[in-house]
């Protein structure tokens, strides 16, 4: 079946340690989108890649960065984490032009 | 600044009943507007998406949509205890991201 994957479904870091998270697709879409769910909050958009074109939301802390070195993978690096980036991490794609979103699994940030 | 706002419940209702679930946004842009279910510590699953003006049913579930209002609603009928969720409204447009509400807690009392 098509979908999205991502992995690890649960990470652990240190404050101050890099992380990075990763999102693969078989969907084939030409958009990925990367939020942030924290407790009993709403998703919020971090950033999407349309094909190549990175897309920063204006409040995403610049701590936050993307990659996307294909169409199938894009990866969320978070640079310095600090407690506060304790939350769900919620990958998804669309077909350009639709706004109709497939979810991953997500994955689970824990800072020690 | 683009808005989805949601009662956060929590919402009882007992099984068999109908649940009903409303959602408001302030961009007049937004032109899809989607229901997730979410279950704690999973990610969101698509419930009913809708586009136009008016009511889609499918199975159990109905979404209603009004434009001039700008309110969006979900009605669950013969509510499950399975149905017990979070449950999130969210508006876009186009490829950019989607807007989310905090979501209504949901409760069927068997």
């Known amino acids: 079946d098509a979908m999205v994957i991502q992995n690890p479904r649960y990470q652990v870091t240190q404050f101050g340690k890099p992380v990075t998270l990763s999102c693969s697709q078989t969907l084939n879409h030409n958009v990925m989108y990367w939020y942030q769910q924290k407790s009993s909050q709403a998703p919020k958009l971090l950033f999407h890649?349309?094909?190549?074109?990175?897309?920063n939301e204006a409040d995403t802390p610049d701590n936050f960065q993307s990659r996307r070195p294909n169409t199938s993978f894009c990866f969320l690096d978070i640079r310095s984490p600090g407690l506060g980036d304790a939350a769900m991490y919620l990958c998804?794609?669309?077909?350009?032009?639709?706004?109709?979103?497939?979810f991953g699994d997500g994955t689970r940030l824990s800072i020690l | 600044q683009k808005e989805v706002e949601q009662n956060s419940g929590p919402l009882s209702v007992p099984e068999g009943a109908i649940a009903s679930l409303n959602c408001t946004y302030s961009d007049r842009g937004s032109q899809s507007f989607f229901w997730y279910r979410q279950y704690s510590g999973k990610s969101p699953e698509l419930i009913m998406f809708i586009y136009s003006n008016g009511d889609k049913e499918d199975g159990r579930f109905t979404a209603q949509l009004n434009k001039a209002s700008q309110y969006v609603s979900l009605l669950i009928r013969d509510s499950q205890p399975s149905d017990s969720a979070t449950y999130l409204c969210?508006?876009?447009?186009?490829?950019?991201?989607?807007?989310f509400g905090k979501g209504t807690h949901l409760i069927i009392q068997p």
């Open positions: 969210a508006g876009g447009g186009g490829a950019d991201g989607l807007t």
């Open positions: 890649y349309y094909d190549k074109d990175f897309n």
């Open positions: 998804a794609t669309s077909r350009g032009g639709d706004s109709l979103q497939h």
